[in-house]
């Protein structure tokens, strides 16, 4: 799937390719040279599990991911220049998608699940929405 990874402080610097959808992983991947040049720095490390039950230590940093129109903040780790990149899990239900494993499909949520709403909180119906809050529905992977 396509999807954009800009600079927060730097909208206008961005990459653009095409991503693998990993829902095994939490936090998505990117080739560590293209977050470097839109100008990104590592905040800090993550260590993750690998396939191996062994640990690895990657950079981290916070990006804008663009997804199926939706634009998320989300921590991106800094991959090997070889690796595919991927988004993770955290980034997709931020974005509201909902992956569809059986039918190898995305799915936009017409909005985000909320445990619970607060009192007083302001609730629009669909019919309340404004046409650009309304996207598809479904795309392909």
Not at 63 to 88: F, Q, R
Not at 123 to 129: F, G, H, L, Y
Request: glycine letters at 10%; one cysteine or more; proline letters at 9%.
């Amino acid at each position: 799937m396509a999807a954009i990874i800009r600079n927060p402080a730097d909208p206008e610097r961005l990459w653009e390719d095409l991503f693998l959808v990993d829902t095994a992983r939490m936090n998505s991947v990117v080739p560590g040279p293209h977050l470097d040049a839109i100008g990104l720095k590592p905040k800090g490390r993550r260590i993750c599990r690998t396939i191996e039950g062994g640990e690895a230590v990657f950079d981290a940093t916070v990006a804008d991911i663009e997804v199926m129109g939706e634009t998320v903040g989300a921590t991106v780790l800094y991959g090997e220049t070889d690796v595919e990149p991927s988004l993770g899990l955290t980034a997709l239900v931020s974005a509201g998608i909902e992956v569809d494993p059986t039918g190898q499909k995305l799915r936009r949520l017409p909005a985000v699940r909320l445990k619970s709403v607060r009192a007083g909180a302001r609730i629009r119906t669909p019919s309340q929405r404004k046409p650009e809050e309304n996207g598809p529905n479904d795309s392909s992977p």
